[in-house]
């Protein structure tokens, strides 16, 4: 069975760090595009960052400079570093994977394994 399990999340102050992890079972995340989306209450899911099985990482404007994705093949993991945390960063987060040629950063269409998503909240 395919699955992605996040963990991570939890509660931080305003300005604070967060590192969340994504960790692959049942494939191995070697050839395939990573990405992480969060989802606040009321508001779509949104793409956030992914990073290619080349390494290549892109970012949404609205965490660039503060996020940053890596991943570490021989633990079969995708991390997500997040700095400078703001309240509006509050939300369920979750990590996906596609192997697709046609996926496209950021993007919703594509993605073939999502993980159940971790919560990380951000007091102000």
């Known amino acids: 069975q395919l699955q992605l399990v996040e963990s991570g999340g939890g509660l931080v102050q305003s300005g604070g760090s967060l590192r969340l992890s994504c960790a692959a079972s049942?494939?191995?995340?070697?050839?395939?595009?990573i990405g992480w989306f969060r989802q606040a209450p009321g508001k779509e899911r949104e793409g956030i960052s992914c990073i290619n099985s080349g390494g290549s990482a892109n970012y949404a404007d609205s965490v660039w400079g503060r996020f940053t994705i890596s991943r570490d093949n021989a633990k079969n993991t995708v991390y997500l570093q997040m700095n400078s945390l703001k309240p509006e960063d509050t939300a369920n987060y979750y990590c996906?994977?596609?192997?697709?040629?046609?996926?496209?950063?950021?993007?919703?269409?594509?993605?073939?394994?999502w993980g159940q998503g971790t919560l990380v909240t951000v007091s102000s």
């Open positions: 049942g494939f191995t995340l070697d050839y395939y595009t």
């Open positions: 996906a994977a596609s192997r697709s040629s046609k996926y496209v950063c950021l993007d919703l269409q594509y993605l073939e394994v």
